[in-house]
C-alpha cells in the first residue's frame, strides 16, 4: 500500500508540474481589456467615414481606439495623410461614445467634439466643429474598419521560475504574414509560414540554443485587440504546448 501510494503521488506530482507552464501563462494573461465580456459593447479597433470639408474636398478619418496598459481606452484619428492626433476628453459609456479632437493648421485652430451612438459594427451621431468660424453641427456615421494583425503585439511566458517577454511585429498582405519576434533580452527572428484567415493567426519561428534547434508553431484567433491561442515548440523530439495570449501594443 505504501509503494502504491508513492506511485500515484508522483504520478499526480508530474502531472501537476506538466500543467504549471500552461496554468502560469493563463495567470500571466493579466486582465482583459475594457469591453473584453462577450456581452458588453466593444468599441475598440479601427473606424473610418467620409467628411466633406467646406472647400469641397472630401476626407476620410479613421479613429484607431485601443486599450491602454491600465485597462483603460486610449484613441487618436488620423486626417488625411497627416500624423496621428490624440483626441481628448474620451468617453465611452453603455453604447455612447463623446470625444474632442483639436486640429491645428497654418493659419487656424479648429476644435471638433464628436458624439455618437455605437449601433453594431457602425457610429452615429454628430461632429461640432468651428473649422469654418462659427460651430456648426454635421451628421456623423462612421463604419467598423476589419481587424488585422499588423502592428506589435506583446505577451509574457512563464515556465518554471523563468519568465520570458515576446515581442511581435506583424505586418499583412493579403492573407500572407511576414514580421519579427523578439525576446526581452535576444535578438529577433523573423517569422515563416504566416498567413492570416478567418480572423486566425498562423506563423512558425525556428531558433537555435546550445546546438539543438526549437520549432515554435504559433495559431491563435484574433478577437477585441488579442490574439488567444496555443505555442507548440519542438526541441529534438519533445513537443511541448503553451498557452498563447498576445496583446496589442500599438
Given at each position: 500500500?505504501r509503494?502504491?501510494?508513492s506511485?500515484?503521488?508522483?504520478?499526480?506530482?508530474?502531472?501537476?508540474a506538466?500543467?504549471l507552464?500552461?496554468?502560469?501563462?493563463?495567470?500571466?494573461?493579466g486582465?482583459a481589456?475594457?469591453g473584453?465580456a462577450?456581452?458588453?459593447?466593444?468599441?475598440?479597433?479601427?473606424?473610418?467615414?467620409?467628411?466633406?470639408?467646406?472647400?469641397?474636398?472630401?476626407?476620410s478619418?479613421?479613429?484607431k481606439?485601443?486599450?491602454?496598459?491600465?485597462?483603460?481606452?486610449?484613441?487618436?484619428?488620423?486626417?488625411?495623410?497627416?500624423t496621428?492626433?490624440?483626441?481628448?476628453d474620451?468617453?465611452?459609456?453603455?453604447?455612447?461614445?463623446?470625444f474632442?479632437v483639436?486640429r491645428e493648421?497654418?493659419d487656424?485652430?479648429?476644435?471638433?467634439h464628436?458624439?455618437?451612438?455605437?449601433?453594431?459594427?457602425?457610429l452615429?451621431?454628430?461632429i461640432e466643429?468651428?473649422?469654418a468660424?462659427?460651430?456648426q453641427t454635421y451628421?456623423?456615421?462612421?463604419q467598423?474598419?476589419?481587424?488585422?494583425?499588423?502592428?506589435?503585439w506583446?505577451?509574457?511566458?512563464?515556465?518554471?521560475?523563468?519568465?520570458l517577454?515576446?515581442?511581435?511585429?506583424?505586418k499583412?498582405?493579403?492573407?500572407?504574414?511576414?514580421?519579427?519576434l523578439?525576446a526581452?533580452?535576444?535578438?529577433?527572428?523573423?517569422?515563416h509560414?504566416g498567413?492570416?484567415?478567418?480572423g486566425e493567426?498562423?506563423?512558425?519561428?525556428?531558433?537555435e540554443?546550445?546546438?539543438?534547434?526549437i520549432?515554435?508553431?504559433?495559431?491563435?484567433t484574433l478577437a477585441r485587440?488579442?490574439?488567444?491561442?496555443?505555442?507548440?515548440?519542438?526541441?529534438?523530439k519533445?513537443?511541448h504546448?503553451?498557452?498563447?495570449?498576445a496583446s496589442?501594443?500599438?
Amino acid at each position: 500500500m505504501r509503494f502504491l501510494s508513492s506511485t500515484i503521488g508522483l504520478s499526480f506530482g508530474r502531472r501537476v508540474a506538466a500543467l504549471l507552464p500552461g496554468l502560469m501563462m493563463l495567470l500571466a494573461g493579466g486582465a482583459a481589456p475594457v469591453g473584453a465580456a462577450d456581452s458588453d459593447p466593444w468599441i475598440g479597433g479601427r473606424w473610418k467615414w467620409n467628411f466633406t470639408m467646406p472647400d469641397g474636398s472630401v476626407v476620410s478619418p479613421v479613429l484607431k481606439i485601443r486599450a491602454d496598459e491600465s485597462g483603460g481606452l486610449k484613441a487618436t484619428v488620423r486626417f488625411r495623410h497627416a500624423t496621428e492626433v490624440p483626441v481628448q476628453d474620451f468617453r465611452f459609456s453603455g453604447d455612447q461614445l463623446s470625444f474632442v479632437v483639436v486640429r491645428e493648421g497654418i493659419d487656424r485652430k479648429a476644435t471638433i467634439h464628436y458624439s455618437g451612438r455605437l449601433v453594431g459594427e457602425t457610429l452615429r451621431g454628430t461632429i461640432e466643429s468651428d473649422w469654418a468660424g462659427a460651430f456648426q453641427t454635421y451628421p456623423w456615421e462612421a463604419q467598423r474598419l476589419p481587424e488585422t494583425p499588423d502592428g506589435n503585439w506583446k505577451w509574457t511566458t512563464h515556465i518554471r521560475e523563468r519568465k520570458l517577454e515576446f515581442t511581435l511585429s506583424l505586418k499583412q498582405e493579403g492573407d500572407k504574414l511576414s514580421g519579427k519576434l523578439t525576446a526581452r533580452k535576444g535578438q529577433g527572428v523573423d517569422i515563416h509560414h504566416g498567413h492570416f484567415k478567418n480572423g486566425e493567426v498562423t506563423f512558425e519561428v525556428e531558433r537555435e540554443r546550445d546546438g539543438e534547434k526549437i520549432v515554435s508553431k504559433f495559431r491563435g484567433t484574433l478577437a477585441r485587440d488579442m490574439i488567444r491561442g496555443r505555442e507548440v515548440a519542438t526541441v529534438g523530439k519533445a513537443e511541448h504546448t503553451y498557452e498563447w495570449v498576445a496583446s496589442r501594443e500599438d
